[in-house]
């Protein structure tokens, strides 16, 4: 292979790059070859394009994402002095995000890989700060949680929910202690997409000097757009005094490439927690959990918070609950029942055998996931599902369960 890579370059009449002047063209038999190879490979996966995939918070990304995050494909945010102008897309995207979650002057962001790292930087920060290690969570948090407690020897106190499964409020201040370093609470849950009582939460930690994260992965490009189409939503973000970070994820409902979410921290001070000294490289501290990290997310999120703006995404939100209505009709006319009804694009079908139905389904071509705590299958109704491929759907989620006895 080296000596391959010497002889090319030797055979180059340009010292740009061992890949560029024409070197894999259309007639290069290994490239080729290659590429087919690549192509098996990607045969076997699903895909978000032809809307099969139904149980996945993740989405096809917007067209202008995958342009963006071609064209900064070699960057490297790890290093920020080198890419300058990546690094300005990297601020500008955060203050977009700060916008959107009514953050104040004062706070901060840090662009992450998704909600497992937003999640498990917040509660770094919050080990920190308060020098304790109990976190307070709903039985509904997602499990970025374990590998929390089991990454920073931190431990978990679990609250019940309340039977619209959230987060139930009577029982929190009995597990505040003097070990409590924060309380969770989830705009927007795993399985079901419901949200937590924040506003209530966000008082009691307020009143009680404890840090306060809201995991609003799912829910965060969603919720204040709901609210701007009249739906009735909690309160969920900086406009609660007592909300201390947020996470939220483009790679979910902002419509963008994965890896891309960010942790919005109220106070820029609290970054000083987590940042290092950095010697070899061109900044002096450096904080997060990663060391290199690619422009190309961050680039492509940008592009389309820039494209689609807040009208943008608030239409989008409007597609999904419209497709979100008509599957819950759809589901309806079959004889199936939901869980609870939708607070948000997810819905939670009831069934004896979801482990069977989804099985079925997924021999039909299409997927569907299945909830730890409860029977039924979910559903997400992300931007690339439309009414079509619910009339796809439904015949065949129909003709899976009588397969299996569930219908
Ligand atoms: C509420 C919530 N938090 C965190 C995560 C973890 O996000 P990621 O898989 O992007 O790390 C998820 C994933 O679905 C989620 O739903």
Redesign the pocket.
Known sequence: MEKEYLDRKANSSTTKHLFGSGLLGKGDKKRNDLLKELNSFKKRDYSFSNGHILGS?CTQPHPIAKEAYISFLETNLGDPELFPGTKQIESNLIQFIKELLHAPTTATGQIV???????ITAMWIAKKLTGKKEIIIPDSA?F?FQKIASLMDMKLVAIPMTKEYTLDITKIKEKITKNTAAVVG?A???ELGTIDPIPELSDICYDENIFCHV?A??GGYIIPFLKELNYDVPEFDFKLDGVSTI?I?A??MGYSAI?L?ALIIRDGKWFDQISVDSPYISVKKHAGILGTRSGGPVAGAYAVARYLGMDGYKKVVENCMNTTKYAEEKLDEIGLDLVIKPTMNVLGVKLSKPEKVAKKLSEYGWRVNTMNHLSCIRIVLMPQITKKIIDEFIPIFKKSCEEVGEL
């Open positions: 918070m890989s998704g909600g497992t790292e937003g999640n997602h970025s989830i927007g849950s795993t995991d992965a799912f996470s994820d790679h979910k890896p979410g």
